[in-house]
């Protein structure tokens, strides 16, 4: 029998960048799991993009490592820790590691954020 740390685990390690290609542009429910910040949410994560990254993909992996670029409007004071995302169709999943990133030159007005899965 799986326990939830290894339910959580699997699920992660199948998940694929079709997952969130459908719904780019739409909100995305981010939670933080890092002290002192644990429970908030980051209000109004909008997925902004989902990038492919076929170089990153290690010998005899199964997946395309993706990114997920999201836009906070105000993230407070978080700037990288772990967070549960909600996955279209799948519900919650997390922790996985989310960080504060540069803005992508067309629209530097709020705060990104992203988080890979290699």
Same mark, same amino acid.
Do not use: W
């Given at each position: &029998? &799986? $326990?939830? !740390?290894?339910n959580?685990a !699997? ?6 960048p079709? +997952?969130?290609? /459908?719904?780019?542009?739409?909100p995305l429910? #981010?939670q933080? /799991?890092?002290?002192p910040f644990?429970?908030q949410?980051?209000?109004?994560? #909008?997925?902004v +993009?989902v ?6 993909? &290690?010998?005899?992996?199964?997946r &395309? ?10 993230? =407070? +004071?978080?700037?990288?820790?772990? *967070?549960?995302?909600? #996955? @279209? $169709?799948? =519900?919650w999943? =997390? @922790?996985v590691? *989310?960080?504060?990133?540069?803005p @992508?030159a067309s629209d530097?007005?709020g705060a990104?954020?992203a988080?890979?899965?290699?």
């Open positions: &029998m &799986m $326990d939830a !740390a290894s959580a !699997a699920r992660i390690a199948t998940l694929s079709a +997952a969130f290609t /459908a719904v780019v542009g739409q429910a #981010v933080i /799991a890092t002290d644990v429970g949410v980051l209000a109004g994560a #909008v997925l +993009a990038h492919e990254r076929p170089r990153a993909a &290690m010998p005899g992996s199964l &395309m490592p993706f990114i997920l670029l999201f836009k906070v409007a105000d993230p =407070g +004071a978080f700037v990288a820790g772990d *967070c549960n995302i909600s #996955v @279209p $169709d799948q =519900g999943l =997390g @922790p590691y *989310c960080e504060r990133t540069l @992508p530097p007005s990104y954020f988080i890979g899965f290699a």
